[in-house]
């Protein structure tokens, strides 16, 4: 599985951004995907996933603020990110777990794309 995100970019404090991922394989609707990222000097942490079924789960940090979506007839997940603030500036990962039925809240994913770099400046 290939992952490639895009989207990332400069944003002011209470601006929106949307990330986009294209994954490869045949089988992207049993994919569970999900979106991580990683601040400056701090570990990745979890943003949010979505299942096969398109049941979402978000960490509190994000909840109401960022949506996750899926588009199975373009292999690609999307990640609406509104009401942006300094503190989600970090480079934002898409990653893939292909095991149909995964639990939706794990962190633990078989496939990592190349990041994108939010920025959102104050």
């Known amino acids: 599985v290939q992952l490639q995100a895009s989207g990332g970019g400069l944003v002011q404090t209470g601006g929106s951004l949307r990330l986009s991922c294209a994954a490869s394989?045949?089988?992207?609707?049993?994919?569970?995907m999900g979106w991580f990222r990683q601040a400056p000097g701090k570990e990745r942490e979890f943003v949010a996933t979505i299942n096969w079924s398109s049941s979402t789960y978000y960490a509190d940090s994000v909840k109401g603020r960022f949506t996750i979506s899926r588009d199975n007839a373009k292999n690609t997940v999307a990640l609406q990110m509104n009401s942006l603030k300094p503190e989600d500036t970090a480079v934002y990962y898409c990653?893939?777990?292909?095991?149909?039925?995964?639990?939706?809240?794990?962190?633990?994913?078989?496939?990592w794309g190349k990041g994108t770099l939010v920025t959102v400046s104050s």
């Open positions: 990653a893939a777990d292909p095991k149909l039925y995964s639990d939706l809240t794990s962190y633990d994913m078989d496939y």
């Open positions: 394989g045949r089988t992207f609707s049993r994919y569970r």
